[in-house]
């Protein structure tokens, strides 16, 4: 079933919670609401659901409006962050409670649940602790669990709110791509809420990005992570370095001295410019003087003094203060500390030590130029 997000608005008192937000969701998607705590994706989903109403704007299954339909006759599946199983019940009990609730001339057959309830446990590979209960399993095995009793009435949407959010790292990697998988056998139009990026580029179809009640960027992973559409969408995907300055005719002239070359900023009149660089895309050098100058004598890249380095399996993370930072009292060095990455091997093939001079020089920069600035 496709669902059609009709220019949603809703207004929690003074505080705007959704900001005119429209969505086509095509049948069969697994699609990803991401943005950081606080930003709507909750209330978004339970106005899907029918547990919210919204104050604007409305909410279509394969076309139909649903504004008069009950949240029970929407046939939507809802798996919280929170275990939602009942104690008292076994696996299996837990599994079959939304049969069991049917209305009498809806209802299978007890034998009809037992056949249903235990070809979901198979799926979700948990047929072995049918006679179990939920204190006795492991966090990941309840989320699957309560997946298993969300699709035992055979919704036509599933709705995740950060399912995994409460299991630790190992756990949550392992349940993404055991949900992709499922997904991918069952095609159930499904929307995954996270506010972990990395969760959301793996396992969805299409990422939705959202800040304040508000879509700032759709599209496939590929399309968000390679063009974000704004600071917001690139800071938040990934950890990045912000340099600050102005931009004339393609090329960008950043405060400490160097130049960029950006389209960009190809149309650009002195705009106030912002280049985003992402650590893995600096290039790190040892500093030796007039070195740091190209042939026309501007800067190539900018004096950094190596603060820290932290090497942990095949990376080394680079914490660098910019040179004209390291004496000012009034500019606290954190404040400016750029991060490099690069190989593991190629930080102990150059020895690089703590304290010394080295030079870094963006391989690659997004520009985003004076009205889509500040994050
Ligand atoms: N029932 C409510 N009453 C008042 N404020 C609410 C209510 N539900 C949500 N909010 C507020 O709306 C904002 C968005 O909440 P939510 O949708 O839960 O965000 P998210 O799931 O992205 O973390 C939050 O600031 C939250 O405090
Ligand atoms: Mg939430």
């Excluded at 505080?15 to 994706?41: H, M, N, T, W, Y």
């Excluded at 409670?97 to 209305?103: D, H, S, T, Y």
């Excluded at 410019?273 to 026309?296: K, N, T």
Aim: charged share 25%; net charge negative; with cysteine.
């Amino acid at each position: 079933m496709s669902i059609e997000i009709r220019n949603v608005s809703k207004q929690f008192g003074d505080f705007q919670a959704l900001r005119d937000v429209s969505l086509d969701i095509q049948s069969g998607e697994l699609i990803a609401l991401l943005g950081p705590s606080g930003c709507g994706k909750t209330t978004l989903l339970r106005i899907i659901a029918g547990l919210e109403t919204p104050d604007v704007g409305s909410i279509h299954f394969s076309g139909e409006d649903t504004t008069d339909v009950h949240v029970r006759e929407r046939g939507v599946g809802f798996v919280f962050q929170h275990y939602a199983l009942f104690r008292h019940m076994t696996v299996f009990d837990n599994v079959a409670f939304g049969l069991r609730m049917k209305p009498r001339k809806e209802r299978p057959s007890e034998a009809q649940i037992k056949e249903k309830v235990m070809s979901l446990l198979k799926l979700v590979q948990l047929d072995w602790i049918a006679d179990r209960y939920p204190s006795q399993l492991s966090g990941g095995q309840r989320q699957r669990i309560a997946l298993a009793r969300a699709l035992a009435v055979e919704p036509k949407v599933l709705l995740l709110d950060e399912p995994f959010g409460a299991l630790d790292a190992k756990v949550r990697k392992e349940l993404r791509r055991w949900l992709r998988r499922l997904h991918d056998e069952l095609h159930v139009t499904s929307i995954f809420v996270t506010h972990d990026q990395e969760e959301a580029l793996e396992v969805a179809d299409r990422v939705v990005v959202i800040n304040q009640g508000r879509i700032e960027q759709q599209g496939t992973p590929q399309q968000v992570w390679d063009n974000p559409a704004s600071p917001f969408v690139y800071g938040f995907l990934g950890d990045v370095n912000l340099f600050k300055g102005r931009a004339n005719d393609g090329r960008v002239y950043l405060d400490d001295g160097m130049q960029l070359e950006s389209p960009e900023a190809q149309h650009a009149d002195d705009a106030r410019a912002f280049a985003y660089v992402r650590p893995h895309d600096l290039d790190v050098e040892r500093y030796s003087p007039g070195q740091a100058l190209d042939a026309h004598g501007r800067p190539r890249g900018i004096v950094v003094q190596l603060a820290r380095a932290i090497v942990v399996g095949p990376i080394a993370r680079l914490e660098l203060i910019p040179e004209g930072d390291t004496q000012s009292a009034d500019n606290a060095p954190s404040d400016a500390l750029i991060e490099a990455q690069i190989p593991a091997q190629q930080f102990h093939e150059m020895g690089l030590r703590e304290g010394e001079t080295l030079v870094v020089t963006p391989r690659r920069a997004k520009v985003f130029l004076d009205e889509a600035a500040g994050i």
